[in-house]
């Protein structure tokens, strides 16, 4: 039977004409199988013409992946090695090795043999981590914690060279052996074939791993791998509607018809190891499923990110097979129509996706036609060059006949290099294409290396800049690597004149063999990358692989050292093998094993994306094993790799994912400290390294940067310089230019890792040394300074809030350095060019969004100083040209960097935030152009608003500042300037009195700012205005004694307090809210009701105004603020304040999850963004999982256990219902449709997927159920303790599998402590430990000895805390 599909080529088309072709037609194998010829989307054609061999061709513009084989000659070694043995990889050359291109086939186009076969497999062998972080032991990340985690030294990736030693008498009587082993194999295959018949080629099913059809797997529902107790706590299990999820042998997660289910979108994460060069990759679960690929960000594209169009296509009986089309989609309105039976199902291929970790595959199963087609894509790992990988593997199902193919399979467009591409192929895409050309690394005729790239950069500038770089295709059938197959680069000879690439016209009039044998042209045109496959016999049970490589070179001279390294044998296995594992490395460092296998994996898949957003923090320098920290040893530095942004559905983020060694990438100020929580948690060894970097941004405004960016390293010491620049090049006066080279680049200014390593490689500097141990020396001698950049107008007004949690994550593991913490270290101040303006200049009188009014509005909140921009250029690196670092350093007026103490630093900042309250006293203006958490309200600035969120955190900071200040009994000191605005603070207070101030409506329902507070906030505001005038500190400061701060910041939180009273007076409002009186409100507003014009205006011709008097507005309730105010309650308040947001706009009744705010019906779009959003969707009342999540944490925290526990089995992943969620439920989405959305088939589907905030707050849930609220503390004697206090309900413990004897405790919970060690529970049978803790520990340590102790205290605590000697504990309860 034969049939023809339809669908867009560019987002993942693939045809194949299928007919079988019988035994005796067949020519013996050693021949060359008959030509076959092409017809495509045609009807059928003469008998005569009908071929008799089948052509494939698979195109994918967004060339997606499929599912990932069990390949038959490698064993990956996370969990299934463990002998010891140290293994090597493959042999894979270095990329400097001068071992010669492989030969090609002399035919005109090189092209390999015409008739192909899929040999036996090789022999199984084991590959270990080049990467073993110095265990020197490639066994499992059980038995060997120390190659589990990226926090230990990374060893460089080894390459084993093809140069041979021996010598030419040796090499000649080898070539004779192999020749006659060649002859006779050959024989025997002949006789195995005409005697026993070709099913005698099946492979056994134990050696056929290199077929995964996804059948095979781990899990299966909730619960998976172990029982759940029958006494259940108060927060009961219910049954789940998700018990059908599957995962397969490599922990992927399955999804069934995958383009039957919801659409989303997903992302690989961009992680090639440390010495790798990644690129960005975006999938969706259509066609052939990949969106978008590229280098860096969205500007320099190799696959443009298009949307995806969905159609369907026709249904006739013809011969060409397109897998994955959309026209044989099993779409369940199809699958339930009356029309529907068991031959219709027939004709549709059962499909799947596979979602890894670092690698996607798609699978198709067509038994109509007995063709399986299995696609997987990965991003390539640890090489000096970056490329996306497609392995397609199509297997013959067919019991008894051979299949012949002609097969075309890569991207339908491929775009060149040429400069920021991304705007200008939508805008002028045409004159664009003028640029474009194809060029081929090879000799003349050569198809197999075409280069696409542009002449020049396509600007517009009198400076014309030539374009050397290029994308690459390079691609070969798998056992047959040294012939690279030929590439189809001409669209149209493919096309034809269907400029839609939907239909492959040029295949009507010419066979693939044609097209390769005549001319093709790539100038002045979009160009397409097909690997061709003129003719290849699959035979039954049999499969061929075809692996394509896409990515960029800098010059066309590196493609042969690029075909040279990828060709070799197992090469594309070896680095599948070496993606996954780099990610088991990540993930393996938060490993918990549960009754709820579905909660397992989702831990490991949350720690993996709060990775992304944060980054993983590696140790460079002097990192001996003796567990030493950042604090201790100035030699060790901290550097955070893989951090990123971007995905398809957030197309507003302007994201970078660097494609050099160390990569890493700029983000969001709240999204790398929020992110950043849990270092110091899951690694010690970091120590305050984030604490201080994230205060050392706070400018002496109180605002920050909004971008951050890695740390940068220098050195200053040209002796340093040129002492690393020897050790690493050598001695020798031969190497005195590359010496002097390498100290001039040391010497000339702030680098990263990886900026280091490409300056070395462009000026062909060769290190003596290994790379790992240069760039650990250069990290040992350097300076690290934070890094960061001012982008665009305003300042948030929440960022500063988190600094709090990384304070108490650092003291939870180190209570015994508080003090050390607060008064040692002295800190910069970062310092903007943008300045927050003053009121006279960002108050303006305008009309109201309808029209109808005038109101006072707060615009352009921020401007740029030009006073600082000079002092700032005095800083220029004559070198580079850019900013030195120091130019983002708050100095005082002689030139020195101004310091402070991180308690001092905390102070400033507590004041600044308490002179930022608002007319009422209330809240924290939002003065400065931005909001705080909630940035789709981006228009309440406008509005003269103010955050209470913003104010809890105030009153939480003061508290803590007059706490510590009276524990050690120090002083502190502060800039003059500083100073002088406590006083006039001080002042302000004194003349407001004592008086509460409780608000009154007016008559006609407006509450009025009282004239006493007006004047208060006016004269403050002034005086915090005269402060943010100064540009630099005079230098002189003023000292405070403990007592003194103690009693600014007492009577600094009784006026907060009061303004508390307040804001709970005045209330919320919003559409049926009948809770609003017993809720806390979030926001407010001010309108101006009197004002005078001060004579200016501003550059809009809007008069600028002078505020007289103000009444307050309000808002309806948000989520956010519930949040922050549980903070600052006992469990019995909170658990009042549940029940009453329990059962007010806030809950999603139906979801039973909460959203982001109750109704925002009637209220002014002048709120921001968040106004024209659809109900239910993004930020108007949708459950956004960040902040839910944080309302989550909260209940943990206060201990409120059963409403804790309830709330996770309703609201949390991986719990919710899958089927509603519409992806996996492994990954969590930014936010989950509510029930206010008017589409009821959306209601609770996850958007946004992944980067979300609210993986930082599952890991602290994690580490509060696992680890407990304080892991370590001091006794009564100041000695150092550990105690693990965990909160686990009963049926996350599982059946002990490991009991030696029924004395043995039977029930267990696993999971890895500070990324290495194994930490297990036991109890006798299942029970809720709630703030339970143990009766014993049984500790392992590294030198086998084991000790059994009632309590951790003192010695063995510390060593605990410096990881290296303690190999697991048990605690038993």
């Given at each position: 039977m034969q049939q023809v599909a339809e669908e867009d080529p560019e987002k993942g088309a693939a045809w194949a004409t299928t007919t079988a072709a019988q035994p005796e037609e067949v020519t013996p194998l050693i021949n060359n199988a008959p030509t076959s010829q092409s017809f495509i989307y045609g009807s059928p054609p003469p008998a005569s013409l009908m071929p008799s061999t089948s052509s494939f061709i698979s195109s994918n513009t967004?060339?997606?992946?499929?599912?990932?084989?069990?390949?038959?000659?490698?064993?990956?070694?996370?969990?299934?090695d463990n002998d010891g043995n140290n293994n090597p990889p493959p042999r894979v050359p270095s990329m400097s090795s001068t071992t010669s291109l492989p030969a090609r086939s002399s035919s005109t186009n090189n092209r390999p043999t015409s008739s192909s076969r899929v040999p036996p497999p090789r022999q199984k062998s084991s590959l270990h981590r080049p990467l073993n972080n110095g265990?020197?032991?490639?066994?499992?990340?059980?038995?060997?914690?120390?190659?589990?985690?990226?926090?230990?030294?990374?060893?460089?990736?080894?390459?084993?060279?093809?140069?041979?030693?021996?010598?030419?008498?040796?090499?000649?009587?080898?070539?004779?052996?192999?020749?006659?082993?060649?002859?006779?194999?050959?024989?025997?295959?002949?006789?195995?074939?005409?005697?026993?018949?070709?099913?005698?080629?099946?492979?056994?099913?134990?050696?056929?791993?290199?077929?995964n059809d996804g059948g095979s797997t781990i899990g299966e529902g909730v619960g998976a791998g172990g029982g759940r107790s029958s006494g259940s706590s108060k927060a009961k299990r219910k049954q789940q509607q998700h018990n059908d999820v599957k995962f397969d042998e490599f922990g992927r997660y399955i999804v069934e018809d995958y383009d039957a289910n919801p659409p989303f979108s997903d992302i690989l994460p961009g992680v090639a190891g440390i010495y790798g060069k990644p690129l960005y990759v975006f999938y969706v679960n259509r066609g052939q499923g990949i969106a978008s690929f590229g280098v860096k960000s969205k500007d320099y594209p190799i696959m443009e990110c298009e949307k995806i169009e969905f159609r369907s296509g026709k249904k006739s009986k013809e011969f060409l097979v397109e897998p994955f089309d959309s026209s044989r989609t099993r779409f369940s309105q199809l699958m339930e129509s009356s029309s529907w039976n068991e031959q219709e199902e027939s004709r549709y291929p059962v499909r799947r996706m596979f979602i890894g970790a670092n690698d996607m595959t798609i699978q198709e199963v067509d038994m109509w036609n007995k063709i399986e087609t299995n696609v997987t894509y990965f991003n390539l790992p640890e090489e000096d060059f970056g490329a996306f990988v497609k392995r397609t593997t199509i297997s013959n199902l067919d019991e008894k006949d051979a299949l012949h193919l002609s097969v075309l399979d890569g991207l339908a467009r491929i775009q060149p290099v040429g400069g920021k591409?991304?705007?200008?192929?939508?805008?002028?895409?045409?004159?664009?294409?003028?640029?474009?050309?194809?060029?081929?690394?090879?000799?003349?005729?050569?198809?197999?290396?075409?280069?696409?790239?542009?002449?020049?950069?396509?600007d517009d500038e009198d400076a014309v800049v030539v374009e050397e770089a290029g994308h690459f295709c390079l691609s070969y059938i798998e056992y047959q690597e040294k012939d690279l197959l030929p590439i189809v680069y001409d669209t149209n000879k493919v096309f034809g004149e269907d400029t839609s690439l939907m239909r492959p016209m040029g295949l009507y009039e010419k066979s693939i063999k044609e097209i390769l044998e005549g001319k093709q042209y790539g100038a002045a045109r979009t160009s397409s990358a097909f690997a061709a496959v003129d003719d290849v016999?699959?035979?039954?049970?049999?499969?061929?692989?075809?692996?394509?490589?896409?990515?960029?070179?800098?010059?066309?001279?590196?493609?042969?050292?690029?075909?040279?390294?990828?060709?070799?044998?197992?090469?594309?296995?070896?680095?599948?093998?070496?993606?996954?594992?780099?990610?088991?490395?990540?993930?393996?460092?938060?490993?918990?094993?549960?009754?709820?296998?579905?909660?397992?994996?989702?831990?490991?898949?949350?720690?993996?994306?709060?990775?992304?957003?944060?980054?993983?923090?590696?140790?460079?320098?002097?990192?001996?094993?003796?567990?030493?920290?950042?604090?201790?040893?100035?030699?060790?530095?901290?550097?955070h790799l893989f951090s990123r942004r971007g995905d398809l559905e957030r197309d507003y983020d302007r994201f970078i994912i660097e494609s050099t060694y160390f990569s890493e990438g700029p983000s969001n100020f709240r999204d790398v400290i929020q992110n950043r929580r849990n270092d110091v948690i899951f690694n010690p060894r970091v120590g305050a390294f984030n604490f201080n970097m994230f205060l050392s941004l706070i400018q002496a405004d109180g605002y920050n940067p909004l971008s951050v960016e890695a740390v940068v390293f220098s050195v200053d010491d040209p002796e340093v310089c040129l002492r690393l620049a020897t050790n690493a090049v050598g001695f020798a006066d031969g190497h005195r230019a590359q010496r002097e080279a390498l100290a001039s680049i040391l010497c000339d200014g702030e680098f990263r890792p990886g900026q280091l390593v490409e300056m070395i490689e462009e000026q062909n500097i060769f290190l003596m040394t290994s790379l790992s141990s240069f760039i650990d020396d250069v990290a040992a001698s350097s300076k690290v300074s934070p890094a960061a950049?001012?982008?665009?107008?305003?300042?948030?007004?929440?960022?500063?809030?988190?600094?709090?949690?990384?304070?108490?994550?650092?003291?939870?593991?180190?209570?015994?350095?508080?003090?050390?913490?607060?008064?040692?270290?002295?800190?910069?101040?970062?310092?903007?060019h943008r300045v927050v303006s003053p009121r006279k200049n960002k108050y303006v009188l305008s009309k109201s969004y309808n029209g109808e009014w005038l109101h006072v509005r707060q615009l352009d909140a921020t401007y740029e100083s030009t006073e600082r921009r000079e002092y700032m250029r005095q800083y220029v690196n004559p070198a580079s040209g850019w900013y030195k670092n120091e130019a983002n350093m708050q100095h005082d007026v002689e030139g020195n960097i101004f310091k402070s103490s991180a308690m001092e630093k905390l102070f400033l900042l507590a004041t600044i935030k308490f002179a930022t309250r608002d007319p009422f006293g209330i809240g924290i203006e939002y003065e400065a152009g931005k909001p705080g958490w909630n940035a789709a309200l981006n228009g309440i600035s406008s509005m003269?608003?103010?955050?209470?969120?913003?104010?809890?955190?105030?009153?939480?900071?003061?508290?803590?500042?007059?706490?510590?200040?009276?524990?050690?009994?120090?002083?502190?000191?502060?800039?003059?300037?500083?100073?002088?605005?406590?006083?006039?603070?001080?002042?302000?207070?004194?003349?407001?009195?004592?008086?509460?101030?409780?608000?009154?409506?007016?008559?006609e329902g407006e509450v009025k700012v009282p004239q006493p507070l007006f004047l208060y906030w006016d004269a403050v505001a002034t005086a915090r205005e005269e402060y943010r005038a100064i540009s630099l500190f005079s230098g002189e400061t003023h000292q405070y004694s403990s007592g003194d701060v103690a009693k600014l910041t007492k009577r600094w939180m009784k006026q907060i307090d009061l303004g508390i009273d307040r804001a709970n007076v005045i209330g919320s409002h919003g559409h049926t809210q009948s809770a609003g009186a017993v809720i806390t409100p979030t926001y407010f507003s001010y309108n101006v009701t009197k004002w005078e014009e001060t004579g200016d205006h501003n550059d809009e011709g809007h008069p600028f105004c002078i505020a007289k008097e103000m009444v307050i507005g309000k808002f309806p309730l948000f989520l956010e603020g519930v949040t922050r105010v549980m903070k600052t309650m006992d469990k019995k308040q909170a658990v009042a304040l549940y029940e009453h947001v329990k059962h007010s706009g806030l809950r999603d009744k139906e979801l039973k999850m909460y959203?982001?705010?109750?109704?925002?019906?009637?209220?002014?779009?002048?709120?921001?963004?968040?106004?024209?959003?659809?109900?239910?969707?993004?930020?108007?009342?949708?459950?956004?999982?960040?902040?839910?999540?944080?309302?989550?944490?909260?209940?943990?925290?206060?201990?409120?256990?059963?409403?804790?526990?309830?709330?996770?089995?309703?609201?949390?992943?991986?719990?919710?219902?899958?089927?509603?969620?519409?992806?996996?439920?492994?990954?969590?989405?930014?936010?989950?449709?509510?029930?206010?959305?008017?589409?009821?088939?959306?209601?609770?589907?996850?958007?946004?997927?992944?980067?979300?905030?609210?993986?930082?707050?599952?890991?602290?849930?994690?580490?509060?159920?696992?680890i407990g609220e304080t892991l370590f503390q001091l006794n009564e004697g100041g000695e150092l303790e550990m105690q693990l206090v965990p909160t686990l309900p009963s049926w996350l413990f599982k059946e002990n599998d490991l009991v030696q004897s029924p004395a043995e405790k039977k029930y267990v919970i696993r999971f890895k402590l500070f990324t290495s060690i194994s930490v297990a529970y036991f109890v006798a049978t299942p029970k809720d430990l709630f703030g339970v803790k143990p009766s014993k520990y049984i500790i392992g340590l590294r030198d086998g000895s084991i000790m059994s102790v009632e309590s951790i205290s003192s010695t063995l605590a510390a060593n605990i805390r410096k990881v290296v000697y303690i190999d697991y504990i048990h605690a038993y309860f």
């Open positions: 967004t060339c997606s992946s499929a599912v990932t084989p069990r390949f038959s000659n490698v064993t990956i070694d996370d969990d299934s265990s020197g032991n490639g066994g499992s990340s059980e038995n060997n914690n120390n190659a589990s985690s990226f926090h230990h030294r990374p060893a460089v990736p080894q390459r084993q060279p093809l140069h041979s030693t021996r010598s030419s008498r040796i090499k000649t009587s080898s070539t004779l052996i192999i020749l006659v082993l060649g002859l006779f194999l050959a024989v025997c295959t002949l006789f195995q074939y005409f005697v026993m018949g070709p099913d005698s080629f099946n492979l056994p099913p134990d050696l056929d791993s290199n077929n591409l991304s705007s200008l192929l939508k805008m002028i895409g045409r004159t664009i294409e003028g640029f474009m050309g194809v060029h081929h690394a090879g000799w003349v005729d050569d198809l197999t290396m075409p280069f696409f790239r542009m002449s020049e950069i396509p016999t699959i035979w039954p049970g049999q499969k061929i692989t075809i692996t394509s490589f896409y990515g960029r070179a800098d010059s066309i001279t590196d493609l042969p050292i690029i075909a040279r390294r990828i060709t070799q044998g197992g090469f594309a296995t070896y680095k599948l093998s070496r993606a996954r594992a780099l990610i088991q490395q990540i993930t393996s460092s938060a490993e918990t094993v549960t009754a709820e296998h579905l909660f397992d994996k989702h831990v490991e898949q949350m720690f993996l994306d709060n990775a992304l957003m944060g980054g993983i923090p590696v140790l460079l320098g002097d990192t001996d094993d003796d567990g030493g920290n950042a604090d201790d040893d100035e030699k060790i530095k901290v550097y950049v001012t982008e665009g107008a305003g300042f948030s007004a929440d960022h500063w809030t988190y600094i709090l949690d990384l304070m108490a994550s650092y003291l939870q593991i180190y209570p015994d350095r508080e003090e050390y913490l607060l008064f040692s270290s002295k800190l910069t101040y970062y310092y903007s003269l608003g103010s955050g209470l969120p913003e104010a809890y955190e105030l009153k939480i900071l003061l508290q803590y500042i007059h706490d510590a200040i009276l524990k050690y009994s120090r002083p502190i000191t502060v800039p003059n300037e500083l100073a002088e605005l406590i006083e006039k603070i001080s002042t302000a207070l004194d003349e407001l009195g004592d008086s509460d101030f409780i608000p009154s409506y007016e008559p959203t982001l705010s109750s109704s925002l019906t009637g209220q002014s779009y002048d709120m921001g963004r968040m106004m024209g959003f659809s109900s239910g969707w993004l930020e108007n009342q949708s459950v956004w999982m960040d902040q839910s999540y944080k309302y989550y944490l909260e209940l943990i925290k206060k201990n409120m256990f059963d409403q804790f526990f309830e709330e996770m089995l309703n609201g949390m992943l991986p719990f919710i219902d899958g089927e509603k969620y519409g992806r996996s439920v492994m990954e969590c989405s930014s936010f989950i449709a509510s029930s206010a959305f008017e589409d009821p088939k959306m209601r609770g589907r996850g958007v946004l997927a992944r980067l979300s905030g609210a993986t930082a707050e599952f890991l602290s849930i994690w580490k509060l159920m696992f």
